[in-house]
């Protein structure tokens, strides 16, 4: 039993060095322009899918091939965009049917603006659990776990 105990464990060991070696790192970045295309593939050879229309859209990068990224979109949709399309600057999507924005990190603070489904706000700097935005003419803070955008 000890010789079976022995050789899963280093089964599993080398199973997740493995699987940790060969997956890929996701992160965010956002959209440049007002106006970018998503494409069925890593070229400007392949048709467009999607026109995006929303500067600063947050977009979970998955994949490269040269100069192209595959993305994926709050709703799903995934695709290619040229790597001149995208941004480090921060953003995120708000994923809750209604977000309150309090003037601090904390719900104890005052209320400022209530954030709809779908709002993309500008990301300031974030804590553990808050993050500090801005949407429209409003800054305040939000909870981090109400955001699509954010790692």
Not at 118 to 124: D, F, S, W, Y
Not at 128 to 148: M, P, T
Request: with cysteine.
């Amino acid at each position: 039993m000890h010789k079976y105990m022995q050789k899963l464990i280093l089964f599993f060991t080398i199973f997740f060095y493995f699987e940790n070696l060969l997956s890929k790192e996701e992160y965010f970045l956002t959209l440049r322009n007002e106006k970018v295309n998503l494409r069925q593939g890593p070229s400007f050879d392949y048709p467009v899918k999607i026109f995006y229309k929303k500067k600063y859209l947050p977009v979970l990068i998955q994949d490269s091939s040269n100069n192209f990224r595959k993305v994926r979109d709050h709703e799903n949709n995934s695709g290619w965009v040229h790597i001149s399309q995208l941004t480090k600057k921060k953003a995120a999507i708000v994923v809750e049917d209604e977000l309150i924005m309090f003037s601090g990190s904390t719900v104890y603070s005052n209320p400022i603006a209530l954030l709809k489904r779908g709002r993309l706000v500008k990301i300031k700097k974030c804590n553990e659990n808050w993050c500090k935005v801005v949407s429209g003419d409003f800054k305040g803070w939000v909870r981090k776990e109400s955001l699509w955008g954010l790692l």
